[in-house]
């Protein structure tokens, strides 16, 4: 295994024992889009032991510019990402551990997908689940490597909780939505994720090898004109991440259960859905299980569970008084759809 790596452990700064440290190392990458693909096949060819790939959604003619893991056969296939992605690099590298996970990362399970990495690495295309990486970051000490792209420009910061300022220190709050341009209203080349992912898992190995050098602050590249900065940032004294207070953790931000105790059900209700379209939420969970609506319902059964939807946004399973599991059903069927 030495000789897969000969050609990187003959750089001083990495040597034998930097490679063990990265053959002993375990990341998660969130997201695995043009950033994420980029970082993926960094890491997975340098030898990070363990690499957990997590991506909610499916491959699309789109995505094949800048998304450099996937293929036309994976899309007639209708693959998922995280499984593509997981089946290509396990080609590549088969002497370490990867696992692709289909899921939406939300405050529900992120410290669950989290726990026991060393690093998180973000491959997201939206702010909220930064912001929620933050947070776990911050609350189990594991460093995270915060990454954008869109159009021709992107950037790049390294968090390390205790070390450097938290990445709500510099942006405070959530945007609104449509505020800020997505790869979908502004567009994107592909060099922009490609020298931004890049750079993103430079870090993760300086970081995973416990390098000093490691880069303190944002870094703004535009491949279209060339140019990069470098942005000092600080700490901020009222951030409340760095205060210990996780909003972006916190269910109560978040949506809420009622036992519905005659009807032996559990309603979700979630304060950020006013409306619902039933034909477009019953066009996304027709490939993810049973599904019947009209006007006033849609009715949902996936593995056993009967849900039942109703346009004002509330949600209902049915046959069970488990407030969790509803909550969890509704994140990952319903509140996914809200984000797709
Ligand atoms: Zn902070």
Known sequence: MIDRYSRQILLPQIGEEGQKKLGNSSVVIIGCGGLGCIIATS????????????????????????QILFNEEDI????????AAERHLKKVNSSIEIEGVVADVNYFNIEKLVAGADLILDGLDNPET??????????HKIPWVYGAAISTSGMTMNIIPGKTPCFRCVFPSLPLPGVIPTCDTAGVIGPAPFIIGSLQSVEAMKILIGAKEINRGVILIDVWEGTSHRFKVSSRPDCPTCQGNYEFLQVQFGIRTTILCGQNSVQVLDP????????????????????????????????????????????????????????????KYIESHHNS
């Not at 990070?48 to 094949?64: P, T």
């Not at 007639?76 to 499984?83: E, F, I, M, R, S």
């Open 130 to 139: 930064r912001f929620l990486i933050n947070d776990a970051s911050a609350k």
């Open 272 to 331: 950020k859905v006013e409306s619902l379209s039933l034909e477009k939420l019953a066009t996304y969970l027709k490939s993810l299980g049973e599904v019947s609506y009209d006007e006033a319902t849609l009715r949902f059964t996936v593995d056993n569970h009967e849900i039942v939807i109703f346009p004002d946004g509330r949600v209902i399973l049915k046959n069970s008084l488990d407030e969790s599991l509803a909550r969890e059903l509704y994140v």
């Open 43 to 66: 890491l997975v060819r340098a030898g990070v032991g363990k690499i957990k790939l997590i991506d909610r959604d499916i491959i699309e003619y789109h995505n094949l510019h800048r």
């Open 76 to 83: 007639k296939n209708q693959l998922p990402k995280a499984v």
